[in-house]
T-cell receptor
């Protein structure tokens, strides 16, 4: 069984640009979650998508957005990049609430 | 707002010794997760604790959950170098299906 896959592995962008990160969940998982792991700030919840809908959102500005596609894959968009957006972005998927979360290998975003 | 606190944040121990990492959380929840993260890598699931009194063991690691005390522990028995990593506990909020993570405990096991 393939795990959660994220692409790209690394992404370097210039301040003010937009970044798009992608995530494919485990087959059969309908929920996708995005987390940010910035240096010194720990792991923070960004977004939760389930069945194509945004279900919950963390304390992040609106320039962080995303969507979930009919095949349950998801993308995270970060607009107007700032230097402090540099972080490891982790995607997780689950079959449904309370059945555990499997994390992907992450996308390391560097904003210069 | 749910808060999750781990201690210690840094732990240096010798091989063969035992130690416990503590995870306290602030609101009612009966779902707690432990993850391991190696430098530059993703999160590896270690344990899922789904009820009060749950105890799970895998190798040299044992995790427990006391929902009344809002406390989980990760006990390390006879540590080996391969256990060196950062360990996170995470609590699932009963509403919203999101994980709130502790700050992480950076464990270094020295020969």
């Amino acid at each position: 069984e393939a795990g959660v896959t994220q692409s790209p592995t690394h992404l370097i962008k210039t301040r003010g640009q937009q970044a798009t990160l992608r995530c494919s969940p485990i087959s059969g998982h309908t929920s996708v979650y995005w987390y940010q792991q910035a240096l010194g700030l720990g792991l923070q919840f960004l977004l939760w998508y389930d069945e194509g809908e945004e279900r919950n959102r963390g304390n992040f500005p609106p320039r962080f957005s995303g969507r979930q596609f009919p095949n349950y894959s998801s993308e995270l968009n970060v607009n107007a990049l700032e230097l402090e957006d540099s972080a490891l972005y982790l995607c997780a998927s689950s079959k449904r609430q309370g059945y555990g979360y499997t994390f992907g290998s992450g996308t390391r975003l560097t904003v210069v | 707002e749910l808060k999750v606190e781990q201690n210690p944040l840094f732990l240096s121990m010798q091989e063969g010794k035992n130690y416990t990492i503590y995870c306290n959380y602030s609101t009612t929840s009966d779902r707690l997760y432990w993850y391991r993260q190696d430098p530059g890598k993703s999160l590896e699931s270690l344990f899922v604790l789904l009820s009060n009194g749950a105890v799970k063991q895998e190798g040299r690691l044992m995790a427990s959950l006391d929902t009344k005390a809002r406390l989980s522990t990760l006990h390390i028995t006879a540590a080996v170098h391969d256990l060196s990593a950062t360990y996170f506990c995470a609590v699932e909020e009963t509403s919203g299906s999101r994980l709130t993570f502790g700050e992480g405990t950076q464990l270094t096991v020295n020969p």
